[in-house]
């Protein structure tokens, strides 16, 4: 499992001072491409091959309300490997 650890920053935040839904998505896909350039699979790479990650389905379910400033941790399972389609799931706790 892929864990990396953000801040909510003013720019991720609504008029609540609350983590804005897209602003979650956006946190997700950063760990993603982390995932694939840590192990051997940079953006260049896809380009590169002409390929890249596809996305089928993104799904959120909230526990909290994360607030400005506030420490979350996002995690990225894969579930797939190279001879099946790649498949991952993500969490932001």
Same mark, same amino acid.
């Given at each position: 499992m892929h864990r990396r650890q953000f801040y909510a920053g003013?720019?991720?935040v609504d008029v609540n001072?609350?983590?804005r839904n897209a602003a979650y998505l956006e946190k997700s896909t950063d760990v993603r491409l982390m995932y694939f350039? @840590?192990?051997g699979f940079p953006v260049k790479e896809f380009v590169r091959l002409h390929i890249g990650p596809v996305v089928m389905k993104d799904e959120l379910e909230y526990f909290? @309300?994360?607030g400005l400033h506030q420490e979350i941790t996002v995690t990225f399972e894969l579930a797939g490997h190279a001879l099946?389609?790649?498949f991952g799931k993500k969490r932001v706790l």
């Open positions: 003013w720019g991720d001072a609350h983590m350039i @840590e192990n909290k @309300e994360v099946q389609p790649v």
